[in-house]
């Protein structure tokens, strides 16, 4: 009964039970404050540390042939999504004509968005800057990309569609 | 209503900026100083950051490792201020 009856009658039970003051809980001092700041800048550190050892350990990746899609399956004008040469290398595949398929690497060459095909422009736009590429070459038309998309080499074998390379262009090169 | 701070005869947290002595208030100028410049240094490696990334994710690598040591140097720098501050709060306290 001590918790009824010992208490102020102007203090209400909560305080008693939780007898924390909120500006002693977020008070912060300087050297809380200072141990923070060299927390984040070590952090920084290893971010840009990680970035080093991501840029020392890209490797060549190997083209082996792939089937990624159909002729039947793909109008004129169509448009195919898919993955070369690795699970994570979005590619874009677009039939121009009926026997004339482009494909290119779906990330752009200035920040790695998804670009996509606006067919009634006739050209692969980056939605994030306004990246826009040719879409008979892959060829910069406009905005900040540097160089041109990365071309993925596709055969059609029967209705088969097969990519079996991709086709890096520096900087520079022209398309 | 307990509106104390902390325990008898300790000085509140929020009142130890306010007419310090002497002493107290130079240590307290050199910490912000510090204080500040630690944190202009962190604006610039958080653009060194940023740069790094946005030239790894356009394929060029050439300038992650001197990003990488000016980062380094920062966090060194940034390490060696809070170990002054550290000395100076120290010095401040046991006078």
């Not at chain 1, 971010?47 to 792939?66: D, H, K, Q, Y």
């Not at chain 1, 422009?121 to 910069?140: N, Q, T, W």
């Not at chain 2, 990003?67 to 390490?79: E, F, K, Q, R």
């Amino acid at each position: 009964m001590k918790w009824l009856f010992g208490r102020r009658r102007d203090t209400p039970l909560w305080r008693d039970e939780f007898a924390i003051s909120t500006a002693d809980e977020r008070y912060v001092n300087r050297r809380q404050f200072a141990k923070f700041l060299v927390l984040t800048s070590v952090g920084m550190f290893v971010g840009n540390a990680w970035i080093l050892l991501r840029s020392w350990w890209r490797g060549e990746p190997v083209f082996l042939p792939a089937t990624v899609g159909r002729v039947s399956e793909l109008p004129v004008g169509g448009v195919k999504l898919f993955n070369y040469p690795g699970e994570r290398d979005a590619c874009i595949l677009v039939r121009l004509a009926e026997d004339r398929f482009v494909a290119y690497s779906q990330k752009c060459t200035h920040l790695s968005c998804a670009v996509y095909y606006a067919r009634e422009k006739g050209r692969l736009e980056c939605p994030c800057h306004e990246g826009y590429f040719a879409i008979e070459d892959g060829s910069v038309l406009q905005g900040p990309p540097p160089r041109p998309l990365p071309k993925v080499v596709v055969e059609r074998r029967g209705d088969d569609l097969i990519a079996t390379a991709v086709y890096v262009r520096p900087q520079g090169t022209p398309a | 209503m307990n509106d104390s701070h902390g325990l008898p005869g300790e000085p509140e947290p929020f009142d130890r900026g306010v007419n310090p002595p002497p002493i107290q208030g130079r240590g307290l100028v050199s910490i912000d100083g510090a204080l500040a410049l630690i944190a202009v240094l962190l604006v610039v490696q958080m653009w060194l950051l940023t740069a790094a990334l946005e030239s790894f994710l356009a394929g060029h690598d050439e300038g992650a490792l001197p990003a990488t040591l000016i980062s380094g140097a920062i966090a060194a720098a940034v390490v060696a201020l809070y170990l002054f501050v550290s000395a100076v709060d120290a010095e401040v306290r046991r006078r």
